[in-house]
């Protein structure tokens, strides 16, 4: 699903929203969850999941071309873990493998 794709889901289940007002609802809290991973708070919604900031630590890597050592510094990235209840119901949706099969 795309941003897009939500936009017009939330504009069609709330009839007395506009697409022009959902899309900013939408880009509000998108925005406001940036801004706060940014300054490095933590997010959690129930049912749904958290988001946090996890730190990559430097290393040394490889430039593939050259073969030569290069430095790779530090990141902070954010880091999405699923609710139990985002988890169950993604399990319960699952189609069946092809081992099961």
Known sequence: MTRSDLVTRLAERFSQLTQRDTEFAVK??????????????RIEIRGFGSFSINRRPPRLG???????????PEKLVPHFKPGKALRE???????????NA
């Open 89 to 99: 119901a993604v399990d319960a949706q699952a189609p069946p493998s092809a081992e």
């Open 28 to 41: 509000t809290i998108i925005d406001a969850m940036s801004d706060a991973l940014a300054r490095g708070h």
């Open 62 to 72: 490889r430039n593939p071309r050259s073969g030569e050592q290069v430095v790779i």
